[in-house]
């Protein structure tokens, strides 16, 4: 009888020692997958996956995503300035979390207002290039996991590259280069203040505004970003 008992508790504590290895396995997989991603360039996002997933799952075989990585200095230096103008003005000081940001949303929430992110450049990242989309509380904390990840293990200049290839431009656009050739059929490196301005412009929702064609809304927000580009000096990845 107490063999047998011994046999039936030894799969639960195998099970057991398993499930206490899992949190040191997610940690040695995020680890090795933010090291490795310093030096390598991702041939796509965790949203660009889901992205095309979705349209194959729906039946749509003939869409796709457009993308094409480029160096940080094979794009023109007005485009990350624009992205940091717009999205992280304190993207050169803060350690990936914005905290006088985040009590500004917060406070601005809990007024009733419009709801407010407070996200930077570096939780950005964390966020569409290993994690998938929607909101929840664990999806968040994974979130600043890897937003610790990358700011430990990249510099600055690693960060906003890897923002400036990976962001959504349009519906389906990845990157300075794909949304240079689909909004303005140049490369990358050509990019002008104004069309950088723009590009930055529509981020808060790309499948909605159109860089190309600018509506009153993205005119507006390009021309001050635009302003708020000559305030960003160089340093810190910012080029």
Known sequence: MQAVQVNKRAPRRRLLRW?????LLGVLVSVSQVV???VVDPPFSAFMAERQMSAWASGDWTW???????DLDAIAPSLPRALVAAEDQNFPIHNGFDLKAIEKARASNARGHKV??????????????FLWSGRSWVRKGIEAWYTVLIEAFWPK???LEMYTNIAEFGDGVYGAQAASRRFFGKDASQLTPAQSARLAAVLPSPRRYDAGRPGPYVQRRSNGIQR???HIG?????P
């Open 157 to 159: 200049h690693r960060i």
């Open 228 to 230: 708020q580009m000559r």
């Open 19 to 23: 499930l206490m290895l899992l949190p």
């Open 36 to 38: 490795l991603l310093r």
């Open 116 to 129: 407010r992110g407070a996200s930077t450049i570096s939780q950005q990242v964390a966020k569409n290039l």
């Open 234 to 238: 160089p340093g810190a990845g910012v």
């Open 64 to 70: 796709g995503v457009a993308y094409d990585w480029r």
